[in-house]
């Protein structure tokens, strides 16, 4: 039987919640009735609903009903109200087998609704930061992109592959080099270059960095979803590279430069954060087949995984990735930024779809250097 004080307290908690719940409830019925022109959609979205909005909303009346009632110190409570995010992970895959279908199963366990994307523009990002034929851990691999643009197709959306490399001015070589060009035409999907197309300008929603603004391309603003296509990679400077880091390719070169160095006066960390709070809705779709360790994001050889990593949260993705490299996720300074602001990083808070990451897991090789070491601290502690 709960202790006196915590039954006293759920007793207070009941009596603050109905009350909260009819305020919510009266409130949300004169808005339906004063303004007709905000009922709901009967179509099914990924997008936020006017009832996820009042859901939201209640969420938060509630909160404010534990805190009166003396519950929020309970932290199986406060974890109910924090957000929660599903990662799909499928192993034993390769660039040659059916794509289409992992990425498919992937994206409904994730939530995704198909309906929902009917008739939306959306844009994939792949990584092509700087290819080379000689190195094909470095870069998305081309089997990726087309089976991802073949099943948002199939659903109805109007799909583009855009990317601004960014260690390479001359996209088209990138384009050539990573054999992103010949896919692109044997499946007759349209590119853009995201180094060069007219930008609009976007305030901050971040403001983790000094940053006021993004000039994000043409193509990024009209997107009404980005999927972001990372290579799972170490990183020299941020530990790991994943979904949240690959948008740096959505910030054109010619206005930031090469490697977007205006961004990386701003604190890499910093600005992956705000580029990814900034952004239209993004999800993830991490090539985790064949990857790379050691000194990437670059110069760091390969690492055979056999995976596909896919979510609508992509720091909960990007967290996931990082325990499948037996990386801290809590260490990584832009995951630690998104947490609770852009998804949960929490493994308690990360339902696991499809496989679950803990007998996939390996431990990647991180470059030795002070500022990455926390981040497999832990590792020593291993048997």
């Known amino acids: ?66 805190v009166a009632a003396g519950l929020f110190g309970y932290p199986w409570l406060r974890d109910l109200l924090r957000s929660h995010a599903s990662v799909f992970i499928a192993r034993n895959q390769s660039y040659d087998g059916p794509l289409e279908q992992t990425i498919r199963d992937g994206l409904l366990a994730s939530g995704i609704e198909p309906a929902a994307l009917r008739g939306k523009n959306v844009l994939l990002k792949p990584n092509l930061v700087e290819p080379s034929r000689d190195v094909p851990h470095m870069t998305t691999h081309p089997a990726m992109i087309v089976a991802a643009a073949e099943v948002l197709r199939r659903w109805g959306a109007n799909v583009t592959v855009g990317e601004g490399p960014g260690h390479v001015r001359d996209t088209q070589m990138a384009l050539v080099e990573s054999g992103v060009e010949e896919a692109l035409c ?101 090539d985790g087949i064949q990857c790379m360790e050691g000194d990437g994001p670059i110069m760091g050889t390969p690492r055979h995984m056999g995976l596909v990593v896919i979510g609508a949260v992509p720091a909960a993705v990007d967290a996931t990735v990082a325990r499948l490299m037996d990386v801290a996720p809590s260490q990584v300074s832009y995951l630690r930024l998104a947490q609770n602001r852009l998804g949960p990083i929490e493994d308690r808070l990360i339902e696991q779809r499809g496989e679950t990451w803990q007998p996939l897991a390996q431990s990647f090789e991180v470059i030795d250097k002070p500022h990455l070491r926390p981040l497999v601290a832990h590792r020593s502690g291993k048997a």
């Open 186 to 286: 044997a499946a007759d999907l349209p590119f853009a270059d995201l180094n060069y197309e007219e930008t609009h300008w976007i305030k901050n929603a971040g403001n983790a960095s000094p940053i006021e603004g993004f000039h994000f391309p043409k193509s990024v603003v009209e997107a009404d979803l980005i999927v972001s296509m990372p290579k799972m990679k170490t990183h020299h400077w941020v530990g790991v590279t994943a979904s949240m880091k690959n948008l740096y390719g959505t910030i054109p070169g010619i206005i930031y430069g090469w490697p977007k160095n205006v961004l990386h006066y701003g604190g890499i960390p910093h600005t992956v954060y705000d580029i990814n709070s900034s952004l239209p809705k993004s999800i993830a779709i991490v």
């Open 1 to 66: 039987m709960p202790p006196p004080d915590l039954r006293l307290a759920f007793n207070r908690l009941h009596v603050v919640i109905r009350k909260l719940d009819a305020m919510c409830s009266d409130s949300e019925n004169h808005r339906d009735n004063s303004c007709p022109s905000h009922t709901e959609s009967t179509t099914s979205s990924s997008f936020p609903s006017d009832r996820e909005i009042r859901i939201a909303r209640r969420k938060l009346m509630i909160g404010g009903g534990l």
